[in-house]
C-alpha cells in the first residue's frame, strides 16, 4: 500500500484520500461492507500516505474481519463522492483502488450479483507471491493499466485536455 500510495499521491492536490474498509464487524458489532478506517463517525478522509496507514492500522486493531466480502457499498459510495466532484468540475477522474483478489484479464468481463457485466476490465490482478519473491514491482503491476483505462475514459466521454497555456518569457 506504502509503494503505490507514494505513486498516486501525486495526483491529488490536496493529498487527502478517502480510506474506507468493507466486510468488518465494527465497534458496535455490526457488520460493515463501508466503514471509515480511521474510525471517524464523520471524517472519511486522511492525510497523505501516512494517513493511509495510519488508518489501516486503527482498522486493524478495532476491526474484525467478517464475510462475506461486499464491495457494492464502497463502490457506490465512492461513486456518488466522483459524481458530486464531477458536477461541477468535469475535468477530474477518479480512481478507486480496493486491495483484495479480483480481476477480469482472462478475457471475461467481472459481473456483478444480478448479472450486469462491467463495461471495460477496470480491475488490475497482482499475483502478491510474485511481489514478494521479487519477480515483479508492485507499483509497476497495480498501476500499468491505469493510463489505458483513464484514455479510454476520456474518449467515451470526448473529454478533451485543456491546451497547454505557457506564459511568455522575456529575454
Known amino acids: ?3 503505490v500510495g507514494e505513486v498516486i499521491q501525486f495526483y491529488d492536490s490536496d493529498r487527502r484520500f478517502p480510506a474506507w474498509g468493507f466486510g468488518g464487524r465494527t465497534g458496535d458489532g455490526t457488520i460493515s461492507h463501508c466503514f471509515n478506517m480511521n474510525g471517524s463517525a464523520g471524517a472519511f478522509e486522511v492525510e497523505g500516505v501516512e494517513g493511509i496507514m495510519s ?20 463502490i457506490n459510495t465512492a461513486a456518488e463522492i ?16 480496493i486491495i483484495t483478489v479480483l480481476d477480469a484479464d482472462n478475457g471475461r468481463r467481472l459481473e456483478s450479483s444480478t448479472g450486469r457485466v462491467a463495461t471495460r476490465d477496470i480491475v488490475q490482478f497482482v499475483p502478491m507471491r510474485e511481489v514478494h519473491t ?25 473529454i478533451k485536455p485543456h491546451p497547454l497555456h505557457v506564459a511568455p518569457t522575456s529575454a
Request: proline share 3%; net charge neutral.
Open 1 to 3: 500500500m506504502m509503494e
Open 55 to 74: 488508518a489501516y492500522a486503527n482498522a486493524l486493531h478495532n476491526v474484525a474481519l467478517a464475510g462475506p466480502t461486499l464491495f457494492g457499498q464502497v
Open 82 to 97: 466522483a459524481g458530486q466532484s464531477i458536477s461541477y468540475n468535469r475535468n477530474k477522474y477518479f480512481v478507486l483502488l
Open 134 to 158: 521479487g519477480q515483479i514491482s508492485v507499483v509497476q503491476a497495480l498501476l500499468e493499466e491505469l493510463p489505458g483505462q483513464f484514455l479510454t475514459y476520456m474518449r467515451s466521454r470526448d
